[in-house]
């Protein structure tokens, strides 16, 4: 995998939602990017030694559920004050801006895909033995070293369960889009994205259950306090600019990126529908935000803040798995921030774009969505 083609999937993924926003009323309002370049690790070689899972497996590590992330990590990124570029932007003395809610700052998790938030913290599932979440996916063809087991069964038990929040993310965001009285389309988008979620948390833990031979799946996990906030359009958008237009945005081209420098050529098809169908829960993100600024322009406000508080999140340690569809940490930033800049930031910008010319800010525009 070359440059040019981690190029080719910002633009593919920018262009296919900047359609949709155009579709929905919001022009064009940036060039696609063009110029940025996001390094990889170099090609590694498969290899084809056959060993099967009983072979290496007496070993507590490779239990899924002693190495599971146990509980979910809640943000302590401050987050800078929302007018702070706008007063340095010009001389003049300015009127004080109007009072808004404190913007919240859950951002830095290493919860993977879209999140399920509450109280400002990603919320996961412990892992437990619940049958009927595992795949059957037979691994005793591919060579897999202990250490390789043991990071694989930690990596894709938080993978899963970051897949199975998503789920509840979704039939939250369901529920609240029938609050608003959203239109059906956006129902059915959020509905066929619970099942797509559910498919990919399959078969997260299906890979677990063949790399740990465990019986391996979700324990419950609780909701209390997941509509604590009223159901507002500000709210809901709010959620939806960080869970969607941020974390399934970034999710979809981490997974796409992984599909590419995956190896076993099963784990390719798979990864590559997988970041198909977190393509299209981004968009959904897009065409809800549409919809919402639609109905209340004056919440523009919301998607500026939400895209200025982001921050770069911690990530999971991984190296040497990238034939697994893991991809390191230097992989993965870089990935993450060429999509806040060529993907995230240019389709705000086309999203708010109607807003601008409707009311023009001089000091504001065009340097509200760049991070510096
Ligand atoms: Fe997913
Ligand atoms: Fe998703």
């Avoid at 498969?46 to 190495?67: Q, W």
């Avoid at 109007?98 to 895909?113: A, N, Y």
């Avoid at 988008?189 to 559910?198: C, I, Q, Y």
Wanted: one cysteine or more; a negative charge.
């Amino acid at each position: 995998m070359d440059d040019e083609l981690r190029r080719a999937h910002c633009h593919a993924l920018f262009g296919a939602i900047s359609v949709t926003l155009s579709a929905l009323g919001c022009a064009p309002a940036v060039q696609q990017p063009t110029d940025t370049v996001i390094v990889g690790p170099p090609a590694v070689s498969a290899s084809a030694v056959a060993s099967t899972p009983s072979e290496v497996m007496p070993d507590a590590a490779l239990s899924p559920i002693a190495s599971a992330t146990p509980t979910p990590v809640p943000s302590a990124t401050p987050t800078p004050e929302p007018s702070a570029s706008v007063a340095t932007a010009t001389n003049k003395p300015r009127k004080p801006p109007p009072k808004r809610p404190p913007v919240k700052p859950p951002h830095s998790t290493i919860v993977e895909g879209r999140p399920f938030i509450v109280d400002d913290a990603a919320r996961l599932a412990a892992v437990g033995s619940q049958p009927g979440w595992a795949d059957e996916i037979d691994l005793r063809m591919h060579d897999v070293t202990l250490d390789e087991r043991v990071a694989l069964i930690r990596h894709y038990t938080d993978w899963a369960l970051a897949e199975h929040a998503s789920i509840a993310s979704f039939t939250r965001f369901a529920l609240q889009l029938i609050a608003l009285g959203a239109p059906s389309h956006l129902v059915t988008r959020a509905t066929d994205a619970m099942a797509d979620e559910t498919r990919h948390a399959r078969f997260g833990f299906g890979l677990v259950k063949a790399l740990s031979n465990e019986q391996v799946g979700p324990g419950a996990m609780s909701i209390d306090r997941a509509f604590t906030d009223e159901t507002t359009m500000e709210s809901v958008l709010r959620l939806v600019a960080r869970e969607g237009m941020i974390g399934e945005t970034l999710a979809a081209l981490e997974v796409r990126a992984a599909a590419d420098l995956a190896e076993l050529p099963f784990l390719r098809v798979a990864l590559a529908k997988i970041a198909d169908e977190e393509s299209r829960h981004a968009e959904l993100a897009y065409a809800f935000a549409a919809w919402a600024l639609e109905q209340s322009p004056t919440l523009a406000h919301v998607i500026e803040e939400e895209l200025r508080a982001w921050d770069a999140p911690a990530l999971p340690i991984a190296s040497g798995l990238t034939r697994w569809g893991i991809l390191d940490e230097s992989t993965r930033r870089a990935v993450r921030d060429a999509g806040f800049a060529n993907v995230v930031s240019p389709l705000a910008t086309q999203l708010l774009a109607p807003m601008r010319r409707a009311a023009p800010s001089p000091t504001r525009q065009g340097q509200i969505l760049e991070r510096t």
